[in-house]
Structures are given as C-alpha cells and as structure tokens.
C-alpha cells in the first residue's frame, strides 16, 4: 500500500519561508510525477507546482519566484520550498504523486495535508 506522508506546515511571519516535505513510502517502482496542491478556507484546491520525473518544473503563477519544488527520485521524496510567504499563501498543503507504479498497477495518491498560516 502506498501513502503520502507531508511534514513542515506551520505558522510563520510575512516574507518568511518555510520548507515541505512529503515522503512516499510503499512498494514503488517509479513515481511519473510529484507536486502540490492547496486549499484555503472557502475556496477550491489549487495547484502549486509539480515536478515530473521527465521535464520540468511548473507552477502557479501566484507563486513563481518564491517557490521552488524539487524531488529525491532515491528516496521518493518532493519538497516545496516556500520563501517570501505572504498571507494568501495561508492554505491546507497536499502533496500528490501521479502515476505510482507497483507491482500491482499504477494508481495516483495523496498526502493528508499540513497547514501553512502566514500571519503576523
């Protein structure tokens, strides 16, 4: 059984960073792609960035510049790594792996979320 696990979400000051990680544990073969996703309070999920094992990186225009994905491909891991945070970054943080390969198939996956408040 494959799970996505986020770590990192916290409070933090306007113009400050922080860093998520999401680890994918299981028995992986390989993992197409790897991003994030996030949900304010009343309104839908959105894309942040996503990080495909061919190709690379894209993001919401509402954090290029400021945010910066990469991925482990050893360790099945992906971070976001958050700088000049501003308070409409407030959101629940999902991590996503796309096209998790096992030997029982391929199926996509999410992490439970971790919450990111930017607020002085």
């Known amino acids: 059984q494959v799970q996505l696990v986020e770590s990192g979400g916290g409070l933090v000051q306007p113009g400050g960073s922080l860093r998520l990680s999401c680890a994918a544990s299981?028995?992986?073969?390989?993992?197409?792609?790897m991003g994030w996703y996030r949900q304010a309070p009343g309104k839908q999920r959105e894309l942040v960035a996503t990080?495909?094992?061919?190709?690379?990186?894209n993001y919401a225009d509402s954090v290029k510049g400021r945010f910066t994905i990469s991925r482990d491909y050893v360790k099945n891991m992906v971070y976001l790594q958050m700088n000049g945070l501003k308070p409409e970054d407030t959101a629940d943080y999902y991590c996503?792996?796309?096209?998790?390969?096992?030997?029982?198939?391929?199926?996509?996956?999410w992490g439970q979320g971790t919450q990111v408040t930017v607020s002085s």
């Open positions: 990080m495909p094992s061919r190709g690379s990186a």
């Open positions: 996503k792996a796309w096209g998790v390969n096992t030997l029982v198939g391929s199926n996509d996956y």
């Open positions: 299981g028995s992986i073969l390989s993992i197409r792609s």
